[in-house]
């Protein structure tokens, strides 16, 4: 009886010591989130691991026990670690791109086309502007397929300098007269800061992409944009840098943005990259921009286009994005992965099958 009444005691003390803990752990907390706070207008990291092992070293110092020098480290880092996440959540939620500053999902207006929210919309095209002829065959099939957006390089960033490079201005203008007599939209990558604005003059939306995801110059220029902006992942970028990138063009004032998941960089040879399914539903759960799938370079093959499209519209993507070709064998670049314009035609059958209609109906632009 008598030791029952002890323990009692006991632990009502140690109950009482819990709730001094939590209050001390609480004040600790939201003092860290004022030193994130100013560190982050400071332009400061907010790891320091200066400053942790200086105050590991000054309460070890001063240890009374029974706890053990290295137990006391290791339970403090475990509180700096915590207080270190705090200030990183505190910092993400703060994004103007995060979908907890803007619930509802962004939806981007390209003239009277609209892109997210209830729409799915398919970007098609030629992987890059060869010809006036090449781009009018792919866009009347585009057209009459019921579509919006004409995609096709003409700023071409290929690996081997000896490869096409793109025909630059002049393709940018067939690609807005081609367009022009079908009435779409045209995407096209830019990738020099100083194009950007005379882009304006020829296409609807500006594209960057991959490999210059993380070309903070451009982006910043593309922020400064009037068009809307379709940023591709880079090929090694995590989430987190993919939405860091888009957080550069919004915060410069161009809110207009669309996400385009590509595939990554794995070990796989089978694809030309390993499409991150999963990037899907993570961007569009941080974040209120509309997400596509580049279905093209996430394979790098024609004959799983249709089951990747298909994953992607059931994880939650906004639209799809694939490169088609009145000849994919002789295209200047990326002739295995293209597909010709009767392979389109039976892509988009099976598309509307599975629940992308025509542009008469509005849930398709
Ligand atoms: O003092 C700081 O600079 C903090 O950001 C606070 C704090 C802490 O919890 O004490 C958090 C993370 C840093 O790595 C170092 C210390």
Request: glycine content about 6%; overall charge neutral.
């Amino acid at each position: 009886m008598k030791m029952g009444h002890e323990l009692d005691r006991l632990r009502q003390q140690m109950d009482e010591v819990n709730m001094k803990i939590l209050e001390l752990l609480s004040r600790r907390a939201e003092l860290a989130q004022m030193i994130g706070e100013v560190k982050k207008k400071q332009g400061i990291n907010r790891f320091d691991p200066i400053r942790e092992r200086s105050m590991l070293e000054r309460v070890t110092a001063v240890n009374p026990g029974p706890f053990d020098d290295d137990t006391i480290r290791h339970l403090f880092k475990q509180i700096f670690k915590a207080s270190l996440d705090l200030q990183q959540k505190d910092h993400k939620k703060a994004l103007l791109v995060s979908r907890k500053q803007h619930p509802e999902d962004t939806v981007v207006q390209v003239g009277e086309v609209a892109v997210g929210g209830k729409s799915k919309t398919v970007v098609a095209g030629p992987c890059s502007v060869e010809s006036e002829e090449q781009v009018r065959q792919v866009a009347r099939a585009v057209r009459d397929q019921g579509l919006s957006f004409l995609r096709g390089g003409a700023f071409k960033p290929r690996t081997s300098p000896y490869d096409f490079q793109g025909l630059r201005e002049e393709g940018l203008r067939i690609l807005r007269k081609v367009a022009d007599e079908f009435q779409l939209k045209v995407v096209s990558e830019i990738v020099n800061p100083v194009d950007i604005e005379r882009a304006e003059d020829y296409i609807d939306v500006i594209q960057i992409g991959a490999r210059n995801m993380q070309n903070f110059e451009l982006l910043k220029a593309a922020g400064a944009s009037r068009l809307p902006i379709f940023l591709k992942r880079g090929m090694s970028a995590t989430v987190e840098e993919f939405l860091f990138a888009a957080e550069y063009i919004v915060s410069k004032g161009n809110s207009q943005v669309m996400l385009c998941e590509r595939g990554i960089r794995t070990y796989e040879k089978w694809t030309r990259n390993t499409l991150d399914i999963s990037a899907v539903p993570l961007l569009k759960q941080e974040s209120h921009l509309p997400v596509f799938v580049d279905i093209t370079h996430s394979t790098g093959r024609r004959d799983i286009q249709l089951p990747v499209a298909r994953a992607a519209l059931a994880a939650g993507a906004d639209g799809i994005m694939l490169e088609v070709h009145p000849d994919p064998a002789v295209a200047l670049s990326d002739a295995n992965q293209q597909i010709d314009i009767p392979q389109f035609e039976a892509f988009m059958e099976e598309m509307r099958k599975n629940g992308v209609h025509p542009a008469a109906d509005p849930v398709i632009v």
